[in-house]
């Protein structure tokens, strides 16, 4: 019960139930954890702390991180949830072709270059980025980014097409 009461609150909330949510019901304990992961790292007051990330700082870093990936399903789901948070339809567009030319403030361009290099570089990361990027923000961008991940990796093993309309679960 309290995975439907998750889902149905996500679709009241967007409007739509991503796919992942159901296909990941399917194993209610996986569901459960992963989800518990997720709302740490999506939404940290569910966790008691605070963020220096925004709603929309995040659906920026998973939507244009997923274009990267090829992950269609994420740019979909997550730049459908980006059109909400930062209320500009098309920079979730701009965020998913090309950041760098997307209508977003220098600190958020500078949070997109860190993530990009975290998602396409991780291994050239290196103190110097930190004094860029503060590190609280940048452990939060890479835990958003290896969540992500997991998740994106997924759903391409699926073959997992963006999500189409669904049934009112309530």
Sequence with gaps: EDIRAKIVAVQEK??????VFVDLARRPAEWRAFFAYHDALMAPETAGRSSNLTK???????????????????????GAILRIMEKKPLVADQVAVNYRKADITPRQRAMLDFAMKVCLHADEVNDADSVSYTHLRAHETVLDLVCRLLLEKKNKSLLRLPTPPHKNLT
């Design 14 to 19: 967007s409007g739509f139930i991503p796919n």
């Design 56 to 78: 929309g700082d995040r659906e920026m870093i998973v939507t244009t991180t997923s274009a990267a990936n090829k992950c269609l399903y994420c740019v979909v789901a997550h």
